[in-house]
C-alpha cells in the first residue's frame, strides 16, 4: 500500500471511532515515522507551558542506543521528538534506557524519571529537570541507591505537597520476585524515603502501579500482575503504609496500565480488557479498553480504542486543567499515539462476570 493509500485508510479509522464514539474528540500520533523505527512507554503531562510527552526509542528495546524522546503540543502542533536522554555512562560504555516518566509538581520545575540499565533487574534511576516546560533540560542526576523512580507511572502530589512515586523491582531469582514499593518525597525529590515492599513479590507478581485518591487519606494502587488480574493494594494514612494485596476484578495481560482519578471523582483505567496466556511470557496486547468506576471497586465499560490485531499497549493517561483527558500509548510498537476524550460525554455499560459488554 503506498504512502497515501496508508494515510487514507488510518484516517478513515480514525473518522470511523470519533464518529462512533462523542466522547472521542481527537486522536492524532505524536510520533509517526522517524529516525528510529521501534517506541514503546510514552508518558504525558500538563505544564504551565502546554502537553509535554516522552517515549523510550531505539532500534529495540534494550539495544544500547535506546533512548529517551522528549515532543512538546506547541500551538496544536507536536513539535519533533528530541533526544532528552541517553545511557552513555562516563567510561564510555552505553546502557539502553527506559520507561521515562513525567511529572508537573505544582511549584517546582517539571521531572523527567527514567531508568538506564541493562535490563529492568539492573537498571537504576535518573532525574532530569525543567524550567521551561521542557524545552531545555538539566544534565542527568542519578537516583540514591534502592530509589529507582517512578516506575512507568505518573507520581502523585499529596495535599501536604508530599510526592509519591509508585514502583516496583524485578529480580533474577526462580520464581523472580515482582514487587511493589512507594518512594515519597518531602522535599521536591532532593531526598527519597523507601516505602515496602508491601507484599512478598511471589504469591502476587506484581509491578507497574498507578495510585488512584478515594479521598480521606485513603489511596489505591492498581496495576500489572502475571496472575491475570489487575492488582489492588489499599492505603488508608496518605500511602505510609499499605494493606494486603489482592487481585480485582479486571482482566490483565502481564502488560502495563495506568488509572486517574478525575476532579469529580470517577476513576478511570486504561489497559488491555484480556487475560494472559498461562505458562507463556506475554502475549495478547489488544483490544485496549478504558473503563471507569465511581469506587474503584465496579468499574464500567467507557470506550474500546484499539481492537484490531497488533501491540496497543503501555498507555499513559491524565487530566488537563480544562476537564478533557489526554491518551498516550504504544501504537505497534511503530508510533505513539494520542486520544483526547471528553470524560461527560462517555456511555458507560456494566462489565458483567468480566465481559465486556457488546
Known amino acids: 500500500m503506498n504512502r497515501l493509500l496508508l494515510t487514507l485508510a488510518i484516517g478513515t479509522l480514525q473518522c470511523s471511532l470519533q464518529g462512533a464514539e462523542p466522547a472521542v474528540l481527537k486522536q492524532e500520533y505524536i510520533y509517526d515515522t522517524g529516525p528510529y523505527p521501534q517506541i514503546h512507554a510514552t508518558t504525558i503531562v500538563e505544564t504551565p507551558t502546554g502537553l509535554v510527552s516522552a517515549w523510550f526509542g531505539g532500534t ?5 542506543d535506546v533512548c529517551i524522546w522528549v515532543s512538546r503540543l506547541v500551538e496544536g502542533k507536536w513539535t519533533e521528538s528530541v533526544e532528552t536522554a541517553n545511557g552513555v555512562q562516563p567510561d564510555g560504555t552505553r546502557h539502553p534506557t527506559w520507561n521515562p516518566v513525567l511529572f508537573q509538581p505544582k511549584d517546582g520545575p517539571l521531572m523527567l524519571f527514567y531508568k538506564v540499565g541493562p535490563n529492568p533487574e539492573q537498571w537504576w534511576g535518573e532525574l532530569k529537570t525543567s524550567m521551561d516546560g521542557g524545552k531545555t533540560w538539566s544534565a542527568a542526576r542519578k537516583l540514591p541507591e534502592g530509589i ?18 509508585p514502583t516496583s523491582n524485578e529480580t533474577h531469582e526462580k520464581p523472580s520476585k515482582w514487587s511493589v514499593h512507594f518512594e515519597r518525597s518531602s522535599d521536591l525529590g532532593k531526598t527519597w524515603q523507601k516505602i515496602g515492599p508491601v507484599h512478598d513479590g511471589v504469591t502476587i507478581q506484581a509491578i507497574q502501579p498507578s495510585i488512584l485518591s478515594l479521598g480521606n487519606d485513603t489511596l489505591l494502587a492498581l496495576g500489572r500482575s502475571r496472575q491475570d488480574r489487575v492488582f489492588e493494594v489499599r492505603s488508608t494514612d496518605g500511602g505510609k503504609t499499605w494493606g494486603e494485596m489482592t487481585l480485582g476484578t479486571l482482566p490483565n ?9 478525575l476532579k469529580d471523582g470517577t476513576h478511570l483505567i486504561i489497559y488491555n480488557h484480556i487475560g494472559g496466556t498461562p505458562g507463556k511470557w506475554g502475549g495478547k496486547r489488544t483490544p485496549l479498553n478504558l473503563a471507569a468506576s465511581k469506587d474503584a471497586r465496579n468499574w464500567d465499560a467507557a470506550l474500546v480504542l484499539e481492537s484490531e490485531p497488533g501491540e496497543y499497549s ?11 483527558v489526554h491518551i498516550t500509548y504504544t501504537w505497534k510498537r511503530q508510533k505513539v499515539k494520542h486520544v483526547v476524550v471528553d470524560p461527560a460525554k462517555l456511555m458507560l455499560k456494566p462489565i458483567i462476570n468480566g465481559e465486556w459488554p457488546k
Do not use: F, M, R
Not at 495481560?253 to 482519578?261: K, L, P, Y
Not at 503501555?314 to 478533557?324: E, F, K, R, V
Open 148 to 165: 529507582l523512580g517512578p516506575i512507568k507511572n505518573k507520581p502523585v502530589q499529596l495535599p501536604n505537597g508530599d510526592i509519591l512515586s
Open 314 to 324: 503501555y498507555p499513559a493517561i491524565i487530566q488537563t486543567s480544562d476537564g478533557l
Open 60 to 64: 529495540h528495546e534494550k539495544n544500547p
Open 253 to 261: 495481560n502481564n502488560s502495563g496500565t495506568d488509572a486517574v482519578t
